[in-house]
């Protein structure tokens, strides 16, 4: 049987995109989303998307990052989908409902409300989630938020300073974070302007996360670092994130389609 995909980037942050909407799928497990996103012997990308049909929304997005595991939200495919959609939309995932409106090379994403308190992080254990009492070497004091998943953001002086491909697996896999967390270090650069590299839970160094910019923004948002609207550069380029005054978190930036094929499922299965 052979499938087809649209492969798609947001800022770098590829992914495979599967559409289920109007025709039968197979049944994705995570051994095949693994297998498909490969970078030797497979497709190649950072997620796996699948849309299905919604009773709720106007479609549902499921993620599955490149270690095969379903994950709740990602910012960055989210624009994709935007933009492969072409119009505006309500989309559930198993982080919540989102908004979707596409624009000219890109879309702005209604992510929902940030959630700051341990539970909902969630963490093993009550603690301050402004400034949790833990470190992992020089990384001390994180915030922790979640927006759709879990962030944990580090501020230090030079992000690019941090060796974040050792530090971010160590963080990601302690035994605080029972659901994992996503890894984030930024610094203030200018008037509401932050710079970040994000450890992405199950996906490793990528050039941009979306949900991390978010969570980033929120956190220095909450800390008076910036203002209610901030600029975020990531390796791959910039996003915009507004906290509005309903408490929802907008995030605007670009997406971009890449290429169609098709696949042998046999292949992958």
Not at 48 to 58: A, F, T, V
Request: proline share 6%; hydrophobic share 45%.
């Amino acid at each position: 049987m052979r499938i087809p995909f649209t492969k798609m980037h947001g800022l770098g942050n590829d992914f495979v995109v599967l559409d289920a909407r109007t025709q039968e799928l197979p049944r994705i497990s995570g051994s095949i989303a693994k297998a498909i996103a490969d970078r030797r012997q497979g497709i190649g990308c950072d997620q796996l998307i699948l849309l299905e049909p919604s009773e709720s929304c106007d479609f549902r997005m499921r993620i599955f990052n490149a270690d095969g595991g379903e994950v709740e939200a990602c910012g960055n495919a989210a624009r994709a989908v935007a933009l492969l959609h072409g119009e505006p939309a309500r989309v559930e995932t198993a982080g919540g409902q989102i908004a979707l409106s596409p624009a000219d090379g890109g879309a702005t994403v209604d992510m929902g409300t940030p959630r700051f308190d341990w539970e909902a992080i969630p963490l093993a254990y009550a603690m301050d989630t402004a400034a949790m009492p833990l470190a992992w070497e020089e990384l001390g004091n994180p915030m922790a938020v979640n927006v759709g998943n879990p962030h944990a953001i580090f501020f230090v002086d030079d992000a690019d300073a941090v060796d974040l491909a050792t530090l971010g697996p160590q963080i990601e896999h302690d035994p605080v974070f029972p659901e994992r967390v996503n890894v984030n270090v930024a610094s203030v650069v200018g008037e509401d302007h932050l710079k970040l590299r994000v450890w992405e839970r199950g996906a490793g160094l990528t050039r941009a996360c979306g949900t991390g910019a978010c969570a980033t923004a929120m956190a220095a948002m909450k800390r008076g670092l910036v203002g209610r609207t901030a600029t975020v550069t990531l390796p791959g380029g910039d996003l915009v994130i507004e906290w509005d005054t309903d408490n929802r978190i907008q995030m605007t930036g670009p997406a971009t389609e890449a290429f169609r094929g098709t696949f042998e499922w046999d292949e992958f299965a």
